[in-house]
């Protein structure tokens, strides 16, 4: 059975600082303690919708537990591969139009 443990309040709390920082307009929807559920909205600069959340347990490497977020974009028919926080805000911010 898939787990979520890796989305700890602390890795929440190190994505929402990532998003932040990369200047992105961003949400959560307070699923943090159950984050089977947990999503973020974040649009990008150029209006795109793109939603984040934890991958499964079977998706997270241990030799990179910090990459734990996947993001998608539904305009652009795309999923990332499974990033860190900062990962996932740069590549977010840096898609091009």
Known sequence: MATFTHATPERCAQLSSALTA????WSDNGQQGDPRFLTYTVTDPHGRMWRIGPATNFQ??????GRIWE???????????????????AHIRGVQA
């Open 60 to 65: 997270v490497s241990p030799s990179s537990p």
């Open 71 to 89: 993001a998608s974009c539904p305009a652009l028919m795309t999923t990332t591969r499974v990033l860190s926080a900062r990962q996932v805000a």
């Open 22 to 25: 990369a200047g992105l307009i």
